[in-house]
Antibody, heavy 120, light 107 residues
Framework: EVQLVQSGAEVRKPGESLKISCKGS????????VGWVRQMPGKGLEWMGV????????RYSPSFEGQVTISADKSTNTAYLEWSSLKASDTAIYFC?????????????WGQGTLVTVSS | EIEVTQSPASLSVSPGERVNISCRAS??????LAWYQQRPGQSPRLLIY???TRATGIPVRFSGSGSGTEFTLTIANLQSEDFAVYYC?????????FGGGTKVEIK
């Protein structure tokens, strides 16, 4: 069974850094791109970007380019989403998900979500 | 930049009824469209990809149609577990975008 297990909820202050994780199991982690999707409180889904674990190649949506860093560690089957300086507007649930098509933009398996709260 | 518009934003439906949700792309995307369901407090779930192919384990009451710029998700014989928010996602033109969502509520 494909599983993506994300790290737990985080509370940070504006300006702080943060790295959340997503561990894949039940499939060959190096065969699929893994992506991240943001959902702000009460809002819809936003496609952030994807990473290819074998070589850490990344693709970002223009809205998120330069705002976050997506990475992966193929030795631990884990993908990451990182911020160097959080803003209050980063408060959201972040989902990781596995892509399944050659275009690497559609997701067939999702993590449970990580709630990130940024507040002073 | 491409835009993706879903309609309606919400609708109230009785169990057993049929629902049609529309998704419109501002540019042609062939059949490169997916649909997802998100129940309250849960992660999204892939329903349909390539506009009309059901994902693994998805009941046959869910169907997708359309190509180019106009797409429809149809849910036949609505069940209690189908009350949720539905999102389309265009996958044909960079950047991939989700529609704003359609909330299906119990009448």
């Amino acid at each position: 069974e494909v599983q993506l297990v994300q790290s737990g909820a985080e509370v940070r202050k504006p300006g702080e850094s943060l790295k959340i994780s997503c561990k894949g199991s039940g499939y060959r982690f190096t065969s699929f791109w893994v992506g991240w999707v943001r959902q702000m409180p009460g809002k819809g889904l936003e496609w952030m970007g994807v990473v290819y674990p074998p070589d850490s190649d990344t693709r970002y949506s223009p809205s998120f380019e330069g705002q976050v860093t997506i990475s992966a560690d193929k030795s631990t089957n884990t993908a990451y989403l990182e911020w160097s300086s959080l803003k209050a507007s980063d408060t959201a649930i972040y989902f990781c998900a596995r892509t399944f098509s050659s275009s690497a933009v559609q997701f067939d398996s999702w993590g449970q979500g990580t709630l990130v709260t940024v507040s002073s | 930049e491409i835009e993706v518009t879903q309609s309606p934003a919400s609708l109230s439906v009785s169990p057993g009824e049929r629902v049609n949700i529309s998704c419109r792309a501002s540019q042609g995307i062939s059949s490169n469209l997916a649909w997802y369901q998100q129940r309250p407090g849960q992660s999204p779930r892939l329903l349909i990809y390539d506009a009309s192919t059901r994902a693994t384990g998805i009941p046959v009451r869910f169907s997708g149609s359309g190509s180019g710029t106009e797409f429809t998700l149809t849910i036949a014989n609505l069940q209690s577990e189908d009350f949720a928010v539905y999102y389309c996602q265009q996958c044909g033109i960079w950047p991939p975008l989700f529609g704003g969502g359609t909330k299906v509520e119990i009448k």
